[in-house]
C-alpha cells in the first residue's frame, strides 16, 4: 500500500503562515482602534514586530503560545527553561487561565507595566540584535605608524 506524498509541503506552509499573519493583522487593527495603548510611541511598528515574534514561535499554528512552543522560543534565544519554569512563566500572563499565551495577552506583557521573565528575556534579546554592529569586510591595513 502507497501513501499519497503531498509535495506542496511548503506552500501551504506559506499559505498557513500568510493565514495566521492577516488573523493577527486583524487584531493589531482592533487594538489600535481601542485606544488601549494611547501613551505609547510607535505603536503600529511595536505591533508589527510582535506580530513576527508570535507567528515565529506559534509553530502549530493555533493562535496560542503553548508550553511547547514556549519551551522553543526559549531555546532558541538560548533560555532553555525547565518545565515548571516555563509553566510560571505561562501563568504570569495567561490571563484567561487557558494555560497557553493568546496573541492579546502577548501584547499586554509586551506593552503593560509589568515586567514578566519572559518579556524581560525577549527585550533583552532584541536589544543584543540591535547592539550587534560588527565591522563587515577584511580589517584596515596596519603600518608601522600604527605602532604604539
Do not use: C
Not at 503560545?65 to 527553561?81: N, R
Not at 519572559?118 to 547592539?131: D, G, H, R, S
Amino acid at each position: 500500500m502507497t501513501t499519497a506524498q503531498d509535495h506542496q509541503g511548503g506552500k501551504a506552509w506559506g499559505q498557513l503562515k500568510r493565514k495566521q499573519a492577516e488573523k493577527i493583522d486583524e487584531e493589531n487593527q482592533e487594538i489600535i482602534r481601542e485606544d488601549i495603548y494611547v501613551e505609547v510611541e510607535d505603536l503600529e511598528e511595536k505591533l508589527e514586530s510582535f506580530k513576527v515574534k508570535f507567528i515565529d514561535f506559534d509553530v502549530d499554528d493555533s493562535g496560542d503560545l503553548g508550553i511547547m512552543d514556549l519551551k522553543l522560543m526559549m531555546e532558541k534565544l538560548g533560555q532553555a527553561k525547565t518545565h515548571l519554569e516555563l509553566k510560571k512563566m505561562i501563568a504570569e500572563i495567561d490571563t484567561n487561565n487557558s494555560g497557553t499565551i493568546n496573541y492579546r495577552e502577548f501584547v499586554s506583557m509586551m506593552l503593560g507595566k509589568k515586567n514578566s521573565i519572559l518579556k524581560i528575556i525577549l527585550m533583552f534579546e532584541e536589544k543584543a540584535k540591535a547592539n550587534n554592529d560588527k565591522p563587515k569586510g577584511p580589517p584596515p591595513k596596519k603600518t608601522f605608524d600604527d605602532l604604539p
